[in-house]
């Protein structure tokens, strides 16, 4: 089915641990982005790419870089895991401008002990 | 910068009640967009509804219908003939039109509880 697929699903690391999250969508969408909900929190973007071969801070980017490897895949890395980013993570899209809205992914449940 | 409030933390009600959930959002523009996006325990989020703001007629999707009052800035969500399968969290959300580059603004989210 066409859509958003996020990879892993869940991951459990160790302070000081590295991991990506791998985003790809298949809806040729322009648009892709990063965000992590916390519970009281809502959702919260931590970098989004406009286009493919650009990316943007969001509003808590602190402790992640980005990779906009090609149209299809965006990709979110924890350089050094800390416990303060145990969340769930919603790698989402859209065509361009998000006037319609995202297509999301499933979510990954990070934990960082 | 855009904000967007949700005020009920949580909500409860009977089944085949109806039930209105309040969001505002704050902005200095004059055409945007706003959706209502549920979160069933799945996690999936599935848009439910969306409004642009240039159109006065309030959106509506079978049992969903919103109340858009521009000059409030208020956004409400109701659920007619509530069912045990709307059980979810609940959030507003917002872009400016043209400048959605940077996405989509969320409320923090109502919990609704449908009780048997």
Redesign the interface.
């Given at each position: 089915n066409a859509g958003v697929t996020q990879t892993p699903k869940f991951q459990v690391l160790k302070t000081g641990q590295s991991m990506t999250l791998q985003c790809a969508q298949d809806m040729n969408h322009n648009?892709m982005?990063w965000?992590r909900q916390d519970p009281?929190?809502?959702?919260?973007?931590i970098y989004?790419s406009?286009s493919e071969g650009t990316t943007?801070k969001?509003e808590v980017p602190n402790g992640y870089n980005v990779s906009r490897l090609n149209k299809r895949e965006f990709s979110l890395r924890l350089e050094s895991a800390a416990p303060s980013q145990t969340s769930?993570y919603?790698c989402?899209s859209?065509e361009g401008?998000?006037?319609?809205?995202?297509t999301?992914g499933?979510?990954t449940?990070l934990t960082v002990v | 910068a855009q904000t967007v409030t949700q005020s009920q933390p949580e909500m409860s009600v009977q089944e085949a009640e109806t039930v209105t959930l309040s969001c505002t959002y704050d902005t200095s523009e004059s055409n945007y967009y706003l959706f209502w996006y549920k979160q069933p325990p799945s996690r999936q989020m599935i848009l439910v509804i969306r409004q642009e703001a240039y159109k006065q007629q309030n959106a509506t999707e079978n049992r969903f219908s919103v109340n858009f009052q521009k000059a409030a800035k208020s956004f409400s969500l109701k659920i007619s003939d509530s069912q045990l399968g709307d059980t979810a969290m609940y959030f507003c959300a917002f872009t400016e039109r043209g400048g959605g580059a940077d996405g989509l603004t969320f409320g923090k989210g109502t919990h609704l509880i449908i009780q048997p």
């Amino acid at each position: 089915n066409a859509g958003v697929t996020q990879t892993p699903k869940f991951q459990v690391l160790k302070t000081g641990q590295s991991m990506t999250l791998q985003c790809a969508q298949d809806m040729n969408h322009n648009s892709m982005y990063w965000y992590r909900q916390d519970p009281g929190m809502g959702l919260r973007l931590i970098y989004y790419s406009a286009s493919e071969g650009t990316t943007d801070k969001g509003e808590v980017p602190n402790g992640y870089n980005v990779s906009r490897l090609n149209k299809r895949e965006f990709s979110l890395r924890l350089e050094s895991a800390a416990p303060s980013q145990t969340s769930v993570y919603f790698c989402a899209s859209s065509e361009g401008l998000a006037n319609y809205g995202y297509t999301f992914g499933s979510g990954t449940r990070l934990t960082v002990v | 910068a855009q904000t967007v409030t949700q005020s009920q933390p949580e909500m409860s009600v009977q089944e085949a009640e109806t039930v209105t959930l309040s969001c505002t959002y704050d902005t200095s523009e004059s055409n945007y967009y706003l959706f209502w996006y549920k979160q069933p325990p799945s996690r999936q989020m599935i848009l439910v509804i969306r409004q642009e703001a240039y159109k006065q007629q309030n959106a509506t999707e079978n049992r969903f219908s919103v109340n858009f009052q521009k000059a409030a800035k208020s956004f409400s969500l109701k659920i007619s003939d509530s069912q045990l399968g709307d059980t979810a969290m609940y959030f507003c959300a917002f872009t400016e039109r043209g400048g959605g580059a940077d996405g989509l603004t969320f409320g923090k989210g109502t919990h609704l509880i449908i009780q048997p």
